[in-house]
């Protein structure tokens, strides 16, 4: 008889065609990267791994959302401001910088209130409700999708 232990290995989501898109939208929100583990325990550095594959399946599938690449943009531009602050003692930037990153904080407001409304407009269309906890996010950009194209 043995006198150790075999630990479970932890159960996680691996893809987009498992992740519920409320579990997607809370890692994308705000960064709960425990709420990809389901059983057991990970690493934070293990469960960043897994959040960059389903990432990566999702813009593969779907393509980069307008909002994020306006937001990447103005992020960019927010770090040059900050640079030429900073390494060129251009203070007078400030403004500049201040501009952009209300810019792009906005955006990030915009996209969580936009998750929401988007729930109820395919739940509306599709006329059954979306369970952001049972619906997966392929399936949820799988009706964005139809409803856009029908």
Not at 25 to 31: A, I, Q, R, Y
Not at 108 to 113: A, E, G, Q, T, Y
Not at 127 to 147: C, Q, W
Request: charged share 30%.
């Amino acid at each position: 008889m043995s006198l150790f232990f075999h630990k479970p290995k932890p159960k996680y989501y691996v893809s987009i065609h498992d992740c519920p898109i409320g579990v997607f939208e809370s890692v994308l929100d705000k960064k709960e990267y425990h709420k990809l583990c389901f059983e057991g325990n990970m690493s934070e550095d293990e469960l960043h791994d897994i959040w960059i594959k389903i990432y990566s399946e999702f813009i593969k599938t779907f393509g980069v959302p307008d909002t994020y690449e306006r937001y990447v943009s103005l992020r960019l531009k927010w770090c040059n401001e900050q640079v030429k602050i900073w390494c060129k003692g251009q203070k007078y930037r400030e403004s500049f910088a201040a501009i952009y990153k209300a810019e792009y904080e906005s955006i990030l407001f915009d996209v969580k209130v936009e998750f929401h409304k988007t729930i109820a407009y395919i739940s509306q269309e599709m006329k059954f409700r979306i369970d952001p906890n049972a619906v997966t996010v392929f399936e949820f950009y799988g009706y964005i999708k139809h409803l856009n194209n029908g």
